[in-house]
């Protein structure tokens, strides 16, 4: 089957700092992309989500990047808080499909 | 407006038991998704269902697992004859349509 994967597993910024997580995914046919947050003991929690007829969408402090190109999504954080440590996952998915691939997830963790 | 409900938090079952996993969708939403989750590890789907459907469940074992989401009532998934590799952190999702998922805060099974 079609995988979504990250490029690191681990990531640590000092608090303030700006943050990206990368996220490679492998079915060029996805056509809707979505990054989650998960803290400790807790679900998935959705942050910000995009569609492929985009290359960049804004949210409050957090900004997604997608290169259709090269397969290529990020999450870029502004400012990352404490708040921000979490695992976060990149989901993809197609237009009308069942279901959500999540890749594995990069734990970041901020440093005060 | 509540968010996805799921009990119980935290479930112990000795092998050879049955395990119940409940699940009340957000207000309004008529899709329903359970993901299992290994340590460490993304979310894999495990099945889609809408009101007393099941759309697509080719993600769960077709053996033990069997999931339902009746007229009345929460969404159930149910796994007999639980054996140690079934201990994972199981959530439920729901939507008001595909694509957007709003999670609970999960299950964690132990199997003893």
């Known amino acids: 089957g079609e995988s979504v994967g990250l490029h690191l597993p681990t990531l640590s910024v000092q608090e303030g700092d700006n943050s990206i997580i990368n996220c490679a995914y492998s079915?060029?046919?996805?056509?809707?992309f979505i990054w989650y947050k998960q803290e400790s003991g807790k679900g998935p929690q959705f942050i910000i989500d995009?569609?492929?007829?985009?290359d960049k969408r804004q949210g409050q402090r957090v900004t997604v990047l997608l290169n259709k190109t090269v397969k290529h999504l990020s999450l870029q954080i502004a400012a990352t808080q404490p708040g921000d440590s979490a695992v976060y996952f990149c989901?993809?998915?197609?237009?009308?499909?069942?279901?959500?691939?999540f890749g594995t997830g990069t734990r970041l963790t901020v440093i005060p | 407006n509540a968010g996805v409900m799921q009990n119980p938090r935290h479930l112990v079952r000795r092998r050879g038991q049955e395990a119940r996993l409940r699940c009340s969708p957000m207000?309004?939403?008529?899709?329903v998704y359970w993901y299992r989750q290994l340590p460490e590890e993304g979310l894999k789907f495990m099945v889609y269902?809408?009101?007393?459907?099941?759309?697509?469940e080719s993600g769960m074992p077709k053996e033990r697992f069997s999931a339902e989401f009746p007229k009345e009532g929460p969404s159930i998934l149910r796994i007999q004859q639980v054996v140690r590799g079934d201990s994972a952190a199981y959530f439920c999702?729901?939507?008001?349509?595909?694509?957007?998922?709003?999670f609970g805060s999960g299950t964690q099974l132990s199997v003893l």
């Open positions: 999702a729901s939507s008001p349509r595909k694509e957007k998922l709003f």
């Open positions: 079915n060029s046919a996805s056509d809707y």
């Open positions: 995009i569609r492929s007829n985009m």
């Open positions: 989901a993809e998915t197609l237009t009308g499909a069942n279901n959500l691939f």
């Open positions: 207000k309004g939403h008529s899709h």
């Open positions: 269902l809408q009101k007393e459907n099941i759309i697509d």
